[in-house]
């Protein structure tokens, strides 16, 4: 069946580095691709989407692209800041309408 | 995008009691979808709710523990019923946006003593 798998976390980093989080998954056909975040305490925000490969979808600094060919969606960011500290979930949807599929979620603790 | 509220935010629960659960949207749509996350977990679909038909339930996840009502096209309630600690989780609702998206809402926090 379908799955996505992140890098395991937490993830610590000092305010303005590099952000990296892995994502893979396996799925049939062409799924479109998602990143969630999930602040402390709150529900699930649509932080960015692609729809096809090679697609590249970014909001708030975040980018991530749709690579087929390694079956991945990474998460980059040039420049974390304190307020990024959340935890970040991959995920894949096969078909509009069908459920989502997440992947297991990573932390992200930045420290000022 | 959808706006989705929840009823109630948070609750603390007796164990063998049951919870229901409120999902409002301000706008009319089709699918809607209940998600379990366990402490430190991701998120685990439960079911699927459509409008005018019976809910689908993912492997694991039964109707006589999650029953769930769809009475119109911006409502939705899932009960946990004889509840158990094992049921402490947050529970939340989504719908399908228009463009292979879902809108999550704030998610209820259960505990079950």
């Not at chain 1, 991530?64 to 991945?72: D, P």
């Not at chain 1, 307020?83 to 989502?100: E, H, I, P, T, W």
Request: proline share 5%.
């Amino acid at each position: 069946g379908d799955s996505v798998t992140q890098m395991e976390g937490p993830v610590t980093l000092s305010e303005e580095a590099f952000l990296t989080i892995n994502c893979t998954y396996t799925a049939t056909g062409y799924p479109s691709l998602f990143w969630y975040v999930q602040y402390p305490g709150e529900g699930l925000q649509l932080l960015l989407k692609a729809t096809k490969a090679d697609d590249k979808g970014s909001n708030k600094g975040f980018e991530a692209t749709y690579r087929k060919e390694t079956t991945s969606f990474h998460l980059e960011k040039g420049s974390v800041q304190v307020s990024d500290s959340a935890v970040y979930f991959c995920a894949l949807m096969r078909d509009y309408g069908q459920n989502f599929v997440f992947g297991p979620g990573t932390r992200l603790s930045v420290l000022p | 995008s959808a706006v989705i509220s929840q009823k109630p935010s948070r609750d603390i629960c007796q164990r063998g009691t049951s919870l229901t659960i409120q999902c409002q949207v301000d706008s009319q749509v089709t699918m809607m979808f209940w998600y379990r996350q366990q402490p430190g977990q991701s998120l685990t679909l439960i079911a699927t709710a459509n409008q005018g038909s019976e809910a689908t339930y993912e492997s694991g996840f039964v109707i006589d523990k999650f029953p769930i009502s769809r009475p119109n096209l911006t409502f939705s309630t899932l009960t946990v019923s004889n509840m158990s600690p094992e049921d402490s989780s947050i529970y939340l609702c989504s719908v399908a946006g228009s463009y292979n998206e879902q809108f999550f809402g704030p998610g209820t926090r259960l505990t079950v003593l």
